[in-house]
């Protein structure tokens, strides 16, 4: 195997991140140009491998690349912790309970959510009940139990 088909992986890993951020600045939709990134570098890893025995091995590694970015992108979404601390870092003067039971009031965090839930149609509302929609949140959820159930053998670390 030579160098560069050894760093082919992280190939696809830096063209998924260039079109990711360029799709985010252009449009509105995070996850959309999640999704973009992750295919954009997709195809040159499979085109590259040359579809011989290296590719499932080529797509593996690129796979948990796109993951691991993935993870590192909502991190900074839509991690209460991370926005906290923040937040306190940018107030000389700090935050008061009140203050922040204000800004993290657990009703308006779930309106906002369930607002960008319904505009992305990944939960649809009828009737006064909410169902799923075009959910790749959801499919993203079966992934993560499934690498779960293959790696520490439960749904959940929390299953006794």
Do not use: W
Not at 57 to 85: Q, S
Not at 101 to 129: C, D, F, P, T, W
Not at 150 to 159: N, R, T
């Amino acid at each position: 195997m030579t160098i560069m088909g050894a760093l082919l992986p992280v190939f696809g890993l830096l063209i998924n991140v260039f079109v990711q951020v360029a799709l985010s600045r252009a449009f509105s939709s995070l996850l959309r140009s999640i999704f973009a990134g992750f295919a954009a570098g997709l195809v040159p890893v499979i085109c590259f491998s040359g579809f011989t025995a290296r590719l499932p091995g080529d797509i593996l590694c690129y796979g948990a690349f796109g993951y691991c970015y993935f993870h590192f992108l909502n991190l900074g979404e839509t991690a209460r912790r991370i926005r906290l601390v923040r937040e306190l870092y940018e107030r000389l003067e700090g935050l008061s309970e009140p203050e922040i039971l204000r800004r993290y009031n657990s009703r308006e965090i779930l309106a906002v959510r369930m607002a960008r839930l319904l505009k992305n149609g990944q939960i649809l509302s009828h009737g006064g009940r909410y169902f799923t929609g075009k959910s790749a949140v959801l499919l993203m959820a079966r992934m993560v139990t499934l690498a779960k159930i293959m790696v520490i053998g439960k749904k959940s670390e929390f299953d006794l």
